[in-house]
Antibody, heavy 113, light 108 residues
Framework: QVQLKESGPGLVQPSQTLSLTCTVSGFSLTSNSVHWVRQPPGKGLEWVGAIWSGGSTDYNSALKSRLSISRDTSKSQVFLKMNSLQTEDTAIYFC???????WGQGVMVTVSS | DIQMTQSPSSLPASLGDRVTITCRASQDIGNYLRWFQQKPGKSPRLMIYGATNLAAGVPSRFSGSRSGSDYSLTINSLESEDMAIYYC??????????FGAGTKLELK
């Protein structure tokens, strides 16, 4: 069945770089898109960006200068890298696949010194 | 960017009620509208896609509709398990995909 699982550090220092991995199973990255969505504590959902089946990417314009999404199709993994982290980036980060039909459990990322 | 204006932000209701949540799109999005349910501590769950289509495993008391630029999620005969926050998402024009601000459905 379709599964997505996020992994990465729970705590990142301000100004440092966040690196997250989304490992998927049950579908092919070369046929489906994967998106990243984040949710600050107690707040709503924010679309972060996506990598499409052909490998192209789109980003939230507010984050574009700090954000990179890539993938390794041989490992069925999608990567998110965001630099210059600030406290406002504290959130649960979800990966979602097959056009946002399936979601991972999310990973809480706290930006704090 | 397309704005999705979701209302109400909070919706007190009783078990057995029929409730409706609405999202208004700032530009034409066709039927590229999804509805998600999120319970505390859980990931969002897809409920409706293509504005009116029920996702797999979703109870038939849920339905989606469209009237012009207004998109609605209706729940007939509310059950306790329906208490959650509901979000709409437009994916017609991107980047970015845009979510509504959410509606918290709670027991009156």
């Amino acid at each position: 069945q379709v599964q997505l699982k996020e992994s990465g550090p729970g705590l990142v220092q301000p100004s440092q770089t966040l690196s997250l991995t989304c490992t998927v199973s049950g579908f092919s990255l070369t046929s489906n898109s994967v998106h990243w969505v984040r949710q600050p504590p107690g707040k709503g959902l924010e679309w972060v960006g996506a990598i499409w089946s052909g490998g192209s990417t789109d980003y939230n314009s507010a984050l574009k200068s700090r954000l990179s999404i890539s993938r390794d199709t041989s490992k069925s993994q999608v990567f998110l890298k965001m630099n210059s982290l600030q406290t406002e980036d504290t959130a649960i980060y979800f990966c979602t696949g097959r056009g946002t039909s399936y979601w991972g459990q999310g990973v809480m990322v706290t930006v704090s010194s | 960017d397309i704005q999705m204006t979701q209302s109400p932000s909070s919706l007190p209701a009783s078990l057995g009620d029929r409730v409706t949540i609405t999202c208004r799109a700032s530009q034409d999005i066709g039927n590229y509208l999804r509805w998600f349910q999120q319970k505390p501590g859980k990931s969002p769950r897809l409920m409706i896609y293509g504005a009116t289509n029920l996702a797999a495993g979703v109870p038939s008391r849920f339905s989606g509709s469209r009237s012009g630029s207004d998109y609605s999620l209706t729940i007939n005969s509310l059950e306790s398990e329906d208490m959650a926050i509901y979000y709409c998402l437009q994916h017609n024009e991107y980047p970015p995909y845009t979510f509504g601000a959410g509606t918290k459905l709670e027991l009156k």
